[in-house]
């Protein structure tokens, strides 16, 4: 299993930016997927952004317009641009990365919160 570490969570005024980064011990070859999830207390775990290899991109309707899901490369794994935070938008993200080999890795979360 690769293994995944997220950064760039912390404490933003609501109207703030954060950018959240994933980031692998190395490159990861045959990458298929890649996903941000986030998991608000008491609530599912649910998909924010994913993009493709291909390049295609997937948004919750919540955050369509305010978050942005980008990579550097296809073996590396995606970034989350999150601007005009909410209240809402408290969780812990996780990042996921899918390969064609069959992995499915998981990030341990970085928590945001959105308060002011």
């Known amino acids: 299993q690769v293994q995944l570490v997220e950064s760039g969570g912390g404490l933003v005024q609501p109207g703030g930016s954060l950018r959240l980064s994933c980031a692998a011990a190395?490159?990861?070859?045959?990458?298929?997927?890649m996903g941000w999830y986030r998991q608000a207390p008491g609530k599912q775990r649910e998909l924010v952004a994913s993009?493709?290899?291909?390049?295609?991109?997937m948004y919750a309707d919540s955050v369509k317009g305010r978050f942005t899901i980008s990579t550097d490369n296809a073996a590396k794994p995606a970034y989350l641009q999150m601007s005009s935070l909410k209240p809402e938008d408290t969780a812990v993200y996780y990042c996921?990365?899918?390969?064609?080999?069959?992995?499915?890795?998981w990030g341990q979360g970085a928590q945001v919160t959105v308060s002011s």
């Open positions: 996921n990365v899918r390969t064609l080999a069959g992995f499915d890795s």
């Open positions: 190395g490159p990861i070859f045959g990458i298929s997927y």
């Open positions: 993009i493709t290899a291909g390049g295609s991109t």
